[in-house]
């Protein structure tokens, strides 16, 4: 899309936004026997980076306008629209203005059947941290690296509730088209290309596949869910392109040339689950990946064939909540989390995709005061226990007035230059952002 | 001829007066609490539509909107989701819980920003409901069997005659030692209410006012509840209420709580 056709979009979207607020709507239309619900926000972000970047095209500041619209239209024929997609405009760069469609889909429905098709967000995480297991929809990482946005994924997905126990579901996915992903591109301030010559191809059609099918290679999903004695357990299979690809330069003659992606197919099967017990909340994911075909790859740093070997991930943890500690109304929440791999020695250059956090530990400690404007603290962190790598996050978050949600966050990041993360070095930021909601 | 038949009469008397005086205030106060829980029970299931005011203590109002539906289950545990529709940024929200009559309540929630279904744990039993003066086990602890009960007297209260009785919590991580409760005679319904916190001072009183009669289920239009401490109050007002609407358990399950009610 060109300048144009952003001003107008945004144009259009500070009309819906402006009639939102007049009295004629009320997040609920009725029209006949449809039904339309809508809801949505416009917010703005602003991060500031205190320590100098290795790479002079890199931002001091980053300001991005965000809004989402969430509509879905209902019919009485047990038969839903729904449409959810997000705007992204930062205010300087290019790179990172779009629309994610998040949904678009419609979804047919019975008492023990559920059909949905079209662009969809899925989630299979339970846990706080890095979510190994929670892998279907391809990110955004240009926007954001921690915190990233997924990305709409077009999918047909079929569930199926299990006899009279209700808890007990089968899910089959269909992934009809594949999304690559979107890493951070030169002049991001996540660039992990940054101070390097080397910079990454943008052009998808570049990219490689290792399937004739290229994109469209069918990939697929099963779940099967239950609930084990207050245990809500999943075991899933998958086979598809792995998310993260394989960077080799686009032209292997000349070492310099642009990274392009290449995507192998692999297998994933895995469990995740999550339960209850007293004030104790126990959840864990694992992962078991393994290529479908020998996975060699040259290291672009020092020129040696690698194979990738079969591998398990695993995030297990905690949260343990305190009521009523202060004036018998505020909550705290202990949040312990354990991130492995089988691989926990081998250097991220050796490895596939983002496997950054294989030995660490996640700590946080969740303050919630249960006041009219939800006011809450967060402080948590990723600490590595091999060798000192730190990443902590302070966040304050309230409601003001009804419709809008304000939050001030510091990241600070300690990283030694031998880490994992290296590239995230420099990224340690101070955020303020506020969100109206209608 | 006549001693023979009298005898087993005078034996009978006996039973019966003994077992009057053993109606002791814990079971009067348990029929009581029976004879109310009934006006309740029967609904089926059931959907309303649910606004509540929080008033500080200088006036200021806040609102929240939501829609409840509910599955009644006979001798089991009751399901219930609430789905949050005001304030905006939390409209989709929603709650699924079901009722374990003596221990604790199983609850999720989906969280329509990341579309996670997360499990709960429940038993934050004292924590304010939204932020109001509203806790978790005022809306959801219901259930007969997690209290003992006492009656304690009767009393005219705004010129009706009510049953005053007092219940204690046994099951864990009450906020409240004891809970006064005021039930009028005629029709066994929950007029008032006081708590009493933990530290032996009473907290909040509640009314109920505009009692409505579906069919032999009766339901309150508007429920207040007044914290004495803190001079905060909070309003429920009840609408669009439909009982036996026809819901089974298949729409109390983790995939229809990530749907619109």
Redesign the interface.
């Known amino acids: 899309m060109n300048t144009r056709h952003w001003r107008l979009l945004f144009l259009v979207l500070f009309v819906v936004l402006l009639a939102s607020v007049s009295g004629a709507f009320s997040q609920s239309l009725s029209m006949g026997s449809l039904s339309l619900d809508y809801r949505g926000n416009l917010g703005l972000e602003a991060w500031y980076f205190p320590l100098e970047s290795s790479d002079s095209e890199q931002p001091d500041w980053v300001g991005t306008l965000q809004s989402d619209l969430d509509v879905t239209l209902r019919s009485p024929w047990n038969l839903d629209f729904r449409a959810n997609p997000a705007f992204y405009w930062d205010l300087e760069s290019e790179d990172r203005r779009r629309v994610n469609l998040r949904e678009l889909y419609l979804d047919w429905y019975k008492p023990h059947f559920e059909l949905r098709s079209g662009w969809q967000t899925f989630s299979w995480k339970t846990v706080e941290s890095y979510s190994p297991a929670d892998f279907l929809n391809q990110t955004d990482q240009e926007i954001d690296l921690l915190d990233a946005p997924k990305l709409g994924e077009p999918a047909i997905r079929s569930r199926f509730l299990l006899g009279d126990a209700l808890q007990s579901m089968l899910e089959l996915y269909y992934l009809s088209y594949f999304t690559p992903a979107r890493l951070p591109q030169h002049g991001n301030r996540y660039d992990f290309l940054a101070g390097s010559p080397i910079t990454l191809e943008t052009e998808t059609s570049q990219f490689q596949y290792l399937s004739s099918k290229e994109r469209w290679r069918p990939q697929g999903a099963l779940r099967y869910k239950a609930m084990l004695g207050g245990l809500d357990f999943s075991v899933f299979y998958f086979n598809g392109y792995a998310r993260y690809p394989e960077l080799t330069p686009a032209n292997p003659s000349n070492p310099l040339s642009p990274l392009t992606h290449r995507y192998h197919p692999v297998h994933k099967a895995g469990t995740f689950f999550q339960g209850a017990f007293g004030n104790w909340l126990w959840k864990g994911e694992g992962v078991y990946t393994q290529y479908e075909e020998k996975y060699t790859m040259t290291n672009f740093s020092n020129g040696k064939l690698i194979t990738v070997d079969p591998y398990f991930s695993y995030t297990l943890g905690f949260e343990y909540t305190l009521y009523g500690i202060a004036f018998e109304a505020h909550d705290l929440g202990l949040l312990l989390e354990a991130l492995g791999d089988s691989h926990p020695d081998a250097s991220l250059s050796e490895l596939d995709g983002f496997r950054a956090f294989r030995s660490h530990i996640f700590a946080g400690l969740r303050y919630v005061f249960n006041n009219t404007s939800d006011r809450s603290i967060l402080l948590g962190g990723f600490a590595n226990y091999r060798k000192p790598e730190f990443i902590t996050q302070l966040k304050y978050e309230e409601r003001l007035l009804k419709h809008f949600k304000a939050n001030v966050e510091l990241q600070a990041v300690y990283l030694e230059s031998s880490s994992d993360l290296n590239a995230l070095r420099h990224s340690g930021r101070a955020t303020a952002g506020i969100v109206w909601y209608w | 001829m006549k001693i023979k038949i009298a005898i087993p009469f005078f034996i009978l008397s006996c039973v019966a007066l003994s077992s009057l005086q053993a109606a002791t205030p814990e079971d009067e106060g348990r029929k009581i609490a029976e004879a109310a829980d009934a006006t309740q029970r029967g609904f089926k299931s059931e959907s309303v539509g649910l606004k509540m005011l ?1 008033i500080s203590a200088a006036g200021d109002t ?2 929240r909107q939501m829609k409840t539906i509910t599955l009644e289950r006979p001798k089991q545990d009751d399901f219930s989701l609430t789905q949050f ?1 005001e ?6 929200t929603g709650l699924l819980t079901y009722q374990n009559p003596k221990g ?1 309540d ?3 929630l989906y969280l ?1 920003e ?15 409901f939204m ?2 003066e509203f806790t978790y086990e005022d809306i959801t602890a219901n259930a007969l069997d997690k209290f003992s009960y006492k009656k304690i007297g009767e009393e005219s209260l705004n010129g009706v005659e009510c049953y005053v009785l007092e219940k204690y919590p046994i099951y864990k ?1 009450s ?1 409240y030692t004891k809970i006064k409760q005021w039930i009028t005679k005629k029709d066994h319904l929950l007029s008032r209410v006081e708590f009493t ?1 933990r530290k032996n001072s009473i907290l909040k009183v509640q009314t109920f006012q505009t009692w409505k009669q579906y069919g032999n289920i009766w339901r309150v239009s508007q429920i207040e509840m007044n914290n004495l401490q803190t001079h905060k109050k909070s309003i429920l007002l009840f609408s669009d209420r439909k009982i036996d609407v026809g819901l ?8 229809s709580l990530q ?2 009610l």
């Open positions: 929080m806040v609102t529709l304030p905006a940024d939390v409209r989709g604790d199983q609850q999720w329509p990341l579309r996670r279904v997360k499990v709960i744990a429940s038993k934050n039993k004292s924590g304010a932020g109001s991580n906020g916190d089974n358990e298949s729409n109390f399950t983790q995939q749907r619109l």
